[in-house]
């Protein structure tokens, strides 16, 4: 008789484990990207998803939980994205308008990845709390700099975030123009004053090789 692997088996059920919470996770996240949270049954969910309704109890508790972990999954997926720019650029106005970019290109070009991010505005996600809490830091230290005319940092934050996602809203609607990015991105610093304060280095950040872009 052969030896049973006692380990190997533990292991194995382990990434069966993972594979099927995953799958849970993507049809929640296509789910709750085209409805709120308290829209979303979980019968749609495990049907979306193709397991048993005693599956999704076994990973999930309730939607609500279900609905925070996509939050987290979000979240997760931008810090990758802005994470080697956080480590290069010194400049907190560059990192904003990097952020920016990222933010908007991935709109264009993933509508449900959009879609998700905008309905996750109407509540509270780890989501929203993680990019408001990088993005005020990002503000904090631009302000203390003299960097920017807005010098509150919740008041710069609100002006951010409600832009861009008015802008995902009309991507999502319309489509994006070809310097859609750009006119964005200059209406952004804008609005925050720090165009007039000597940021020079948009056309850097926005060819993919952000500068410090601060005028003396």
Known sequence: MAKI???????????????TRAQILEAGALLLAERPPEALTVDAVVEAAGVAKGTFYYHFLSISELAAAVGVMLGES??????????ELSDPVARLVFMSRQFLQKAISDQVWARLVVQSS??????GRGIREHLKADLAEAIAQGRMVVKDVDLAADIVIGMLLQIMRGIIERGAPRDLIREALDAV????????????????????????????
């Open 5 to 19: 692997d006692l380990v190997r088996r533990a292991e194995i059920g382990r990434e069966k484990r993972a594979r």
């Open 78 to 87: 931008f810090d990758e994205m802005l994470t080697p720019a956080k480590l």
């Open 122 to 127: 109407q509540s509270p996600t780890e989501f």
């Open 189 to 216: 610093l804008r609005a925050l004053g720090a165009a007039e304060t000597g940021f020079d280095g948009l056309d850097d950040v926005l060819d993919g090789q952000p500068g410090e872009g601060a005028t003396p």
